[in-house]
């Protein structure tokens, strides 16, 4: 059969060449990786011969086996599973199909020879290209099941590849090792040495529910080893692992580090995660949970189509992988796996979306990882500030979609405030600090931190010492127009509806001046309500500014312009909302625009009218906002500026 050789991707040839040039220093996790990829096909044919019987594929005696060769040099992990297509060689191995590629490579470089450097190559889950870390050639041989014909690929990781079809492969995959020489200093071990290869199948796969089996040493090496005469005897094959499943398992016989293995077989994660969490449940319905948090973000989190992480077992037998049923999205990240007992091994994905007991797993598993993290909040500061630091953005989605658990996401929040400028806060925290008098929890929401500290809404607060929630992410814009509530007390947009800081008695103070001031102004406002009337809903006296003459505010219950364009973003039509112009009776300006209009009466003029226009505008802009007609506001302050010269 013809040759075919092909380029790599170029984000694939700049991953190889790292690879290659070792940054990192275990070498040791490549035959995890291959153990790991070999166990996931056997996984697949499992499931694929239950749900089609003309599958025709040989499932008798599933497993995965590594053979070393002490002549060539070469390590071959085979195993029989599911097996790659043509097609699927070809797309699968010489690209890395992600459009996070480019921020991966970057960042990866940046944290070349730090300790960070092997939590990204496994966060971006291509783990198959660590065996060119160990050898100078991988060749690989498959054949998918039911398919007449396999494939083999070969490659040097320089920068080609070759592909031909071949008439004589296994059902499976064979992945193929020519070792680089023994280097000590580099890490480069002897990875043909039978107890090399015990110590890492045992440290990293023991869990594998699949037998890992390596070839015996012939009798007659070992009699020599020890000066004796040599004995061909053939030996059975030795079985590496103990295929015990750690979720079955009481939590005293099971190590820290065995646990974080499973995880990395999991996740495809090079990094231990931040927590482990179990749950067992009896009666009825019984099943067994061991869930992990990651201790860092993925970089699709937030792409469509970003898969989750919980495999379903029935009795042991894996099922099903990313089983979306068992895990709400904005817990997506929670990576584990769930073995159930009464399930149907021929379920699926639709069937699971309606069974009753898939349900109230899935409300038992969501409480689990909230009251997880809660307790994190207490006892693991530390970790709990790096779980929000990576996860927090993603857990607030759950405040718009899971009703019966927006108490307890909000108590596990937290938020940037005018407290710290460093340190995040709880709602609890906030709530212990609130004035004498206070009655909301207070918040602005914008682009920045920077923007919403320098925004005029924020003014009267910081005069009276008042604390304000500082929101940025996109879905703050969101969560908060749902009018939530915590301890009792509502959370309040300092840039909507009226403001009123402040004890008893300092509040029936500012009521009774607010009164003589609007008596003073009122022909004023309702000249420039109706002079602004396409564009603002209203004109009043404010009280929450003490420098800015102006800023535009929306009344309680109306949507932001954020969220507007939010929606409008994704094609949903919303109805422009106006809003109110609110003005500070102390500024300069403001008072001298209210002389003004006394003294000319009904004869205004353009002047004043153009002054009102642009004491609009400007409130507007210093919110962040976007003119009507910048060219006509460009115009107006040129004027202004020429009659000052």
């Known amino acids: 059969m013809p040759t075919e050789t092909f380029e790599f991707q170029v984000e694939a040839r700049q991953l190889l060449q790292m690879m290659i040039h070792s940054i990192y220093s275990n070498k040791d996790v490549f035959l995890r990786e291959l153990v790991s990829n070999a166990s996931d096909a056997l996984d697949k044919l499992r499931l694929e011969a239950l749900r089609d019987d003309s599958l025709g594929a040989d499932v008798s005696d599933l497993h995965i086996a590594i053979e070393a060769d002490r002549q060539t040099r070469t390590l071959t992990v085979r195993d029989n599973g599911i097996g790659m297509s043509h097609d699927e060689v070809v797309q699968l191995i010489g690209t890395i199909a992600n459009s996070g590629t480019a921020k991966f490579l970057r960042e990866l470089k940046e944290a070349e020879g730090s300790a960070d450097a092997e939590g990204l190559i496994g ?125 079955a398992r009481s939590r005293d016989e099971v190590s820290d580090d065995e646990y974080h293995e499973l995880y990395k077989h999991i996740s495809h994660d090079w990094i231990d995660p931040l927590t482990t969490v179990r749950l067992q449940a009896e009666g009825t319905f019984e099943y067994q949970a061991l869930l992990f948090i990651p201790s860092h973000a993925p970089h699709d989190l937030f792409m469509q189509g970003y898969k989750r992480g919980i495999q379903l077992y029935v009795k042991r037998v894996f099922i099903m992988d990313d089983c979306e049923a068992l895990m709400p999205p904005y817990l997506r990240f929670v990576k584990g796996v769930v073995d159930a007992q009464d399930l149907s091994l021929n379920v699926s994905r639709e069937i699971l979306q309606q069974d009753r007991q898939i349900q109230l797993m899935h409300r038992r598993l969501a409480k689990k990882v909230l009251s997880t993290v809660k307790d994190m909040m207490s006892a693991e500061p530390e970790q709990y500030a790096t779980f929000w630091r990576e996860f927090g953005r993603v857990l607030k989605e759950g405040l718009l979609s899971d009703f019966e658990n927006r108490e307890t996401i909000l108590a596990i929040s937290s938020f940037a405030t005018t407290h710290d400028k460093d340190e995040p806060t709880t709602l609890r925290q906030y709530v212990d600090r609130m004035k004498d008098g206070q009655e909301h929890i207070y918040y602005l929401t914008g682009e920045s931190r920077q923007a919403i500290e320098n925004s005029p809404h924020m003014e009267a607060f910081r005069a009276k010492g008042v604390e304000v929630l500082l929101l940025t992410d996109p879905v703050d814009e969101v969560w908060v127009e749902a009018d939530p509530e915590f301890d009792g007390r509502k959370l309040r947009s300092v840039a909507k509806g009226e403001v009123d800081l402040g004890t008893e008695e300092e509040k029936k103070e500012a009521a009774t001046e607010r009164e003589g001031r609007q008596q003073e102004y009122a022909d004023l406002l309702g000249w420039m309500t109706e002079r602004l009337g396409d564009t603002v809903k209203e004109v009043r006296l404010s009280s929450r500014l003490t420098v800015s003459p102006a800023c535009i505010v929306s009344d309680t219950h109306d949507v932001t312009p954020a969220l507007e364009n939010m929606y409008r973003a994704m094609g949903q039509e919303v109805p422009q909302v106006k809003r109110i112009l609110e003005l500070n009776a102390e500024h300069p300006l403001v008072s001298g625009l209210n002389g003004a209009y006394a003294a000319r009466g009904e004869t205004v003029g353009t002047g004043l009218e153009e002054t009102a226009e642009l004491l609009h505008d400007l409130a507007l802009l210093a919110e962040g906002g976007e003119l009507a007609d910048p060219s006509r506001f460009v115009r107006l302050m040129a004027d202004r500026l020429e009659r000052t010269l």
Request: aromatic share 10%; net charge negative; glycine share 8%.
């Open 123 to 247: 966060q971006f889950g291509v783990g198959f290209y660590s065996s060119f870390m160990v050898a100078d050639e991988v060749t690989l041989l498959t054949r998918r099941a039911g398919e007449a014909r396999g494939t083999r690929w070969t490659s040097t990781g320089e920068g080609t590849y070759t592909v031909e079809t071949v008439d004589d492969a296994p059902q499976g995959t064979a992945v193929t090792l020519r070792l680089k020489p023994e280097d000590a200093d580099d890490q480069l071990h002897d990875y043909v040495s039978p107890w090399k290869i015990r110590e890492i199948v045992k440290r990293y796969s023991d869990f594998i529910t699949w037998p890992v089996r390596m070839a015996a040493e012939a009798a007659s090496e070992g009699a020599e080893a020890a000066g004796e005469g040599a004995d061909d005897t053939p030996r059975e094959p030795e079985t590496l692992n103990s295929m015990k499943a750690l979720w």
